[in-house]
Structure formats: structure tokens, C-alpha cells
């Protein structure tokens, strides 16, 4: 690749400061194009895609060394068709190093060695969603190989004396232009999130501060809008817990509202991202299943944010566009992705008056969409809250009949999935009862809504103590359900100036109780670090907002209700306090501030 340059505009990656980026899709003007002969590939090799062997990886120690360094080595592979290989999504830790300390690959060291010896599973959430696809099995890992940008990328801020600054330049744009590619080249996708603090500006860098970068949003997206067959994701929270990602925290990501250090790379990166959906959306109409290609295309402008392509608002192109052979079938079918639901995606609000004019259930209900985040008997009107939609589809709905006080399976409203202020607003219009509903619609908005959505809420009379059939208030539900939540801090801040109880212990109930009980069980059989989820289960009988948060590893979270008066000193139900739950669950980062509060 000596002779290979490129004309392009050079900025730095956000994700990865210490990289140049530049133009995405610049031309080469001398040498070839590397041509990726992987059958998922959408994105073109500007430059080789470089990798270090697992094994070599488990031997490091300290902070990581640079490209240049493990090429003379003789560390570096470059990638060929039939390397099991791992793709290292992560926030950089400093502004001329991605880990200067090494406490982050030391977590992922951790977490491979764990995943390679059975002794670590990856897990669902909390919210028991499932993953996307069947997750290829991590016995493979052991003989795989890694890409990581700071092994795999030449590097301006740490380069090979005498090499010309230039030359690293070059080659660190067409690396950093790549990134798609290696992506899709990849059997595995991890993001590696762990707790820590950036050693230059002091600020926490976690899971949701990860989903707030830009770059680090598109290469998720490369991931979750590749045509593998498995896109599963795996968050690595801490060297003990990696869990699938919930699939509506992509969704709830765009990249065009990411953070841009370099703010002319943001159109250039959306650029990236409506390719990749677009081939999506062609590779399932080609292959199926017809209900995703429908899902992806009625959602192009909406996860795109912009209005790219305007829905059709004739019928017939509406049908044709959305492959519905019949009017018929568009109305009538009951699983899958119905023209109701097309419509709702696509923000359709004239198309949904269209359809219910022709007996089309404005209380129709998702069916098979698990995997996208909507789950089955979830109505229009939550589907239409949950994807953030503007509120005039919620009011058209409304205004054609939809009940906003219609319950899911699992006892939802659309109020406890509003997203938005105006959404809170719109169905209060209509009366929505906020008061006898069997989860109250705050526990919802203060685990994955902004706090000005909680305010709403509050502000209409929803008690910020009131308890779920389940035992938990919306203070419990902050740490359980807010990981991926900017608002979360400021949300907690909300709920206890309208009077919320910070040290309230969760009591569950019903089903809950029996969970938290075979939690119990399970630990006690086989010890608490054999699954997350059943030492989560375990602990939450008796446990406080802080005993959650110190369990779930949420830094700001806990500082937050610390610094509003939570009790260190409050043990749950198994006698553990939150400083115990904390060190159980291996979150090394909370201990010492644990112990400066606990002085």
C-alpha cells in the first residue's frame, strides 16, 4: 500500500481521535481498490484490514500498544475470507491514546478469556428482549482474531520515527474510510463500554456515552444493517457482564444527531448510513422476510431524519410500494408488517386515514416483530409512541378510533411508552387515563424517555412513589432501564423534587416475587457469578435505588442519588448493601466513591 494516496479532506474519527479521517468514498488516485470478496459486502477496502490473533491479545498487558509497534513485531494479520474475527467497537479513554491506562482492554481481555472458558454468558437485558439472529458461538473465539483501531490503523499520534507524516496520514484516512468494511467483514460485533473516565477532560465514558458518538453510531449500524445473517451485539459492561443489545437503542440513535468532533464529517457519515439501509432494504426484498423489508422501508426517513423520500399517498402506489398484492391484504392481514403498521413507520398519517376508511383495525396490534423492539399485542398507538413518531400520527390514530387506555399482554399503555412531551399531551386530549393502569406510564418514560417526557407526566399528576403490580417505583426504574438514557441523572434530580422517596426499598410481587425467589435459588445452587440475570434477580427484593444503581454499574447514577441523600448504609433483603452488591458485581469503578460517601 506504499503507493496508495488518496484526495480527501482529513478530520479526526470521534470515536478514535488519535485517527485521521476523511472524505467517506474518496477516490484513489494511485494503486488499486482492495476488493472485499466476502458475499456480505457492501463497502469497499481502501486499505488492508489488519488484525491480531486472540491468543496474542490474551497475552498483552498495560496499555496497548500502537500499529507500527506490533507490525514490526510481526503481530498483524491481514484479514483473508475464512478468519473468525471480532470487531472492537469503544470510546476512546484519551485524546492521544484510546486506553493510556489499559484498564479498558483489560476488561476485554477479561471477558474474551471468560467467554472462551464458558465461565461468562452473554445475556439479555432486563427487559428479556432477544437477540438478532442466533449469536455465533464464542468457542470460536479462542482461535479468532480482533480488530481494534489502535492495533489496526496507522496512527499520527504514535508513529514509527523517520515514517512520513504524510504517508501515516494517507494510509490512516483510506484505514479509517474502510471501517464499513471491516465491519461487515466481521463474525462478531462487540461494544466495549466499561465505566471509566476519560484521563484528559474527566468526563465518564459508558454505554451511553458510546451511543452518543457519531462514528461509533455507524459502525453499530454497519453491524445491525449488514446482510449476515446473524447481527447480534454484544455490550460489555464490565468483566463480568455482557449482555445483547436492546434493539431499540440503535433505533433510538440515528446517526445524523450523533456527536461529530469534526462537525463536516456528520453528512458524509449519514451518507454511509443510507447506503448500508438501502442495501438492507434491497437484500430483503431480493431474500425476505417480507415483514423486515417492509419494516426497514416504511422506516427509511425516519431513521434517516430527513425526509429522503416522501410516502405515497395514493393507494395504489402505497400498495406497491409496501408489495401488498391486494387492498385486502394490506387491511386484513394479521401478522407481521400490515399496512397499518407501514403507516405508522412511514409517519403516514394521510395513509392511515386511507386504510381505516377501508375497515383497517385502528387498534390493530404488532404481531412477530420481537426482534425489531415491538412486541406482540403492543397496539398502533404504542408502536407509533414507542418509534418516536411525530404526535399527529398518535392524534390521527386517536382521532380514527384507537383506545389510548388499550393494554398489551404485558400491561402496557401507550402512555407508559410516550417518548416524547407532546406524545403525553396528545393522548391526555383524548383521555387517556394516567391514574388506574396496571403499570403506571412514569416507570416507562424514566427508563428510556427524556426527563422532559417525565416532567410531563409528573406534571399531570403522576405520583413519582406510586408503586407497579410488580413492587418497583420509577426510582427503581431509573438504574433497572436507564443505562443507555442521557436524561437518567437529570431525570432522578426530577423525581425527587416532586417528592419521590430515594431510599425506598422495591418490594416485588406476583410474578416478580417468584422470579427474584428462582434468582435466589439459582445463585445460591451455583454461586452468584454464574449469571447476571439471576444474581440481578436475586438481589432485588428489599433493595434501594442505590443498592440497583450500584448494581447495574452506572457511575453518574450513583453519584447522583448520593449526592441527593441516599442511604449507603441500607442492606436488601439478603443483607446486602450497596457497596456489597457493587463489589459482587465486579464495578471496581463505584467502590471508591461508595466509601467516600460511607465516611
Not at 481498490?33 to 498483552?60: A, E, G, N, T
Amino acid at each position: 500500500m506504499g503507493n496508495v494516496s488518496a484526495q480527501c479532506r482529513l478530520s479526526i474519527h470521534p470515536c478514535h481521535p488519535g485517527i485521521a479521517s476523511g472524505s467517506i468514498g474518496a477516490e484513489v488516485i494511485h494503486g488499486k481498490r482492495i476488493s472485499c470478496v466476502h458475499r456480505c459486502c457492501v463497502h469497499k477496502y481502501l486499505f488492508p484490514m489488519y488484525l491480531v490473533k486472540v491468543s496474542d491479545f490474551l497475552q498483552m498487558r498495560g496499555p496497548p500498544q500502537p500499529h507500527h509497534v506490533l507490525k514490526e513485531a510481526g503481530l498483524l494479520h491481514e484479514w483473508q475470507p475464512g478468519m473468525f474475527s471480532v470487531f472492537i467497537s469503544h470510546q476512546w479513554l484519551g485524546t492521544r491514546a484510546p486506553d493510556p491506562s489499559g484498564h479498558q482492554l483489560a476488561v476485554l481481555r477479561q471477558v474474551l478469556q471468560s467467554l472462551i472458558d464458558g465461565s461468562l454468558k452473554v445475556e439479555k437485558d432486563l427487559t428479556k428482549m432477544i437477540s438478532m439472529g442466533e449469536p455465533t458461538s464464542y468457542e470460536q473465539i479462542q482461535d479468532g482474531y480482533l480488530f481494534l483501531d489502535w492495533f489496526a490503523i496507522p496512527q499520527i499520534t504514535a508513529r514509527k520515527g523517520g515514517v512520513n507524516e504524510d504517508t501515516t496520514r494517507s494510509d490512516a484516512a483510506l484505514a479509517v474510510q474502510s471501517i464499513p468494511a471491516y465491519v461487515e467483514a466481521c463474525d462478531l460485533f462487540f461494544a466495549l463500554v466499561p465505566e471509566l473516565v476519560h484521563i484528559d477532560t474527566g468526563l465518564d465514558c459508558n454505554y451511553a456515552t458510546w451511543l452518543s458518538r457519531g462514528w461509533c453510531r455507524a459502525e453499530l449500524w454497519c453491524r445491525l444493517l449488514s446482510t449476515r445473517k446473524d447481527t447480534s451485539v454484544v455490550v460489555i459492561f464490565s468483566d463480568r457482564e455482557a449482555l445483547y443489545m436492546f434493539p431499540l437503542d440503535w433505533q433510538r440513535n440515528l446517526i445524523s444527531d450523533g456527536l461529530f468532533t469534526v462537525e463536516r464529517d456528520r453528512a458524509e457519515v449519514v451518507r454511509l448510513g443510507e447506503t448500508t439501509l438501502r442495501n438492507k432494504i434491497q437484500h430483503l426484498r431480493e431474500w425476505g422476510p417480507l415483514s423486515h423489508y417492509r419494516f426497514y422501508l416504511s422506516s427509511f426517513s425516519w431513521l434517516l431524519n430527513q425526509d429522503l423520500e416522501k410516502p405515497e399517498s395514493d393507494l395504489p402506489g402505497f400498495l406497491q410500494r409496501f408489495d401488498f398484492p391486494t387492498l385486502e391484504a394490506a387491511v386484513k392481514e394479521e401478522g407481521g408488517m400490515t399496512g397499518t403498521l407501514c403507516a405508522v413507520f412511514a409517519g403516514d398519517s394521510d395513509m392511515l386515514r386511507v386504510l381505516v376508511e377501508q375497515r383497517a383495525d385502528p387498534n390493530g396490534k404488532a404481531l412477530g416483530l420481537e426482534d425489531l423492539g415491538y412486541f406482540d399485542t403492543q397496539s398502533l398507538l404504542m408502536v407509533a409512541a414507542k418509534s418516536s413518531q411525530n404526535a399527529k400520527v398518535l392524534s390521527t390514530l386517536l382521532q380514527l378510533g384507537a383506545d389510548p387506555n388499550l393494554h398489551s399482554r404485558a400491561g402496557l399503555t401507550p402512555a407508559y411508552l410516550a417518548h416524547d412531551p407532546t406524545h403525553v399531551h396528545v393522548l391526555l386530549e383524548y383521555k387517556a387515563d394516567l391514574m388506574n393502569c396496571v403499570i403506571p406510564p412514569l416507570l416507562g418514560a424514566v427508563g428510556r424517555a427524556s426527563s422532559a417526557t417525565v416532567r410531563a407526566l409528573l406534571e399531570s399528576r403522576c405520583d413519582p412513589s406510586e408503586t407497579s403490580r410488580d413492587g418497583f417505583a420509577a426510582l427503581h426504574a431509573v438504574p433497572m432501564f436507564g443505562g443507555s438514557n442521557p436524561h437518567a441523572c437529570e431525570t432522578i434530580r426530577l423525581l425527587l423534587s416532586f417528592r419521590a422517596d430515594v431510599n425506598s426499598p422495591a418490594a416485588p410481587a406476583g410474578r416478580m416475587y417468584r422470579v427474584c425467589l428462582r434468582g435466589q435459588v439459582y445463585t445460591t445452587i451455583w454461586g452468584p457469578h454464574s449469571s447476571n440475570f439471576q444474581r440481578k434477580m436475586a438481589n432485588l427484593m428489599g433493595a434501594t435505588p442505590l443498592a440497583i444503581a450500584a448494581m447495574m454499574g452506572d457511575r453518574a447514577v450513583v453519584q447522583t442519588l448520593l449526592e441527593n441523600d441516599a442511604d449507603l448504609e441500607i442492606p436488601n433483603k439478603l443483607g446486602k448493601t450497596p457497596l456489597d452488591l457493587a463489589r459482587q458485581a465486579g464495578h471496581s469503578q463505584l467502590l471508591n466513591i461508595l466509601h467516600t460517601f460511607a465516611v
